[in-house]
């Protein structure tokens, strides 16, 4: 009786390892993007100017605004443009990350 239950169990294990496997890959990775550098020097006008100002820039850089109070993450990303504001709304600190 227990040789009869162990034969379809035993017949079935190779189809259950074979779903384990990892799938073909379908092709190339896409290229990434051509990382563009951060210059902060370069928005260094922009310190004691209102915030607001940090809306109409244009650059293919991401962007974050911190507070003055704000938690600064450590989620470091050498291709944003943070910048940092004083209590009274103003651009206090430029920099990478």
Do not use: H, Q
């Not at 989620?75 to 920099?95: H, K, M």
């Amino acid at each position: 009786m227990r040789v009869t239950l162990a034969l379809p169990l035993l017949a079935a294990c190779p189809i259950l390892i074979s779903a384990c496997a990892p799938s073909a890959p379908t092709g190339p990775e896409p290229a990434a993007a051509p990382a563009v550098p951060c210059e902060a020097s370069f928005f260094e006008n922009l310190k004691g100017e209102p915030i607001e100002v940090v809306d109409s820039i244009v650059t293919p850089l991401r962007v974050r605004v911190l507070g003055a109070d704000d938690f600064v993450p450590r989620d470091f990303d050498p291709n944003r443009l943070t910048f940092t504001t004083a209590p009274d709304g103003t651009v206090s600190r430029i920099f990478c990350g």
